[in-house]
């Protein structure tokens, strides 16, 4: 019963320290300023892995969907270039901001491209995904989403297959917004 006590405190306090450090974790954004997640403090945050040369990519139009109905609610879906899968996403990020807005109509935030997996893991996905994280496990390939809850912890991961749209993103999205 000890044990079982000290596991649970353990636990909540590694999800606290995860969700303070998720804010704090140095970011930049799609032109290339310094930033971080505090802006985002006490939203729900749909964090996206895209790439613009991927069979996936078509999921931008259902992110902008979800960022259109839902934002006004409290969600923001934050969207994060990566080339760490099949060199499908080459660009600059002037390329990837115009790519999205041209062809997408994207007008939730983007960042920076980042690495999502290997080594050189970006801090960001180290909390998403790390051996500390409630969802661990390298992403798969493009478009992977984790869902973070407005206390900031993460509450879901959706496999880049699952599409923005799925039953089960948007019952997790409601459900973290409250609605």
Known sequence: MKTLLTLS????LAATACADGLYDIPLKDIDGKDTSLKAYEGKVLLIVNVASRCGNTPQYTQLQALHQEFAKHGLSVLGFPCNDFGAQ????????????????KVTFPM????VVKGA????????LSGKDSPFPGDVKWNFGKFLVGKDGKILARFEPRTKPDAPEVIEAIKGALGK
Not at 9 to 12: D, M, S, V
Not at 120 to 127: F, R, S, V
């Open 9 to 12: 405190i353990t636990a909540a």
């Open 111 to 114: 960042f920076d491209k980042v």
């Open 89 to 104: 996403e080459p660009g600059s990020n002037d390329e990837i901001k115009e790519f999205c807005s041209s062809k997408y």
């Open 120 to 127: 050189d893991k970006h801090p960001l996905y180290e909390a």
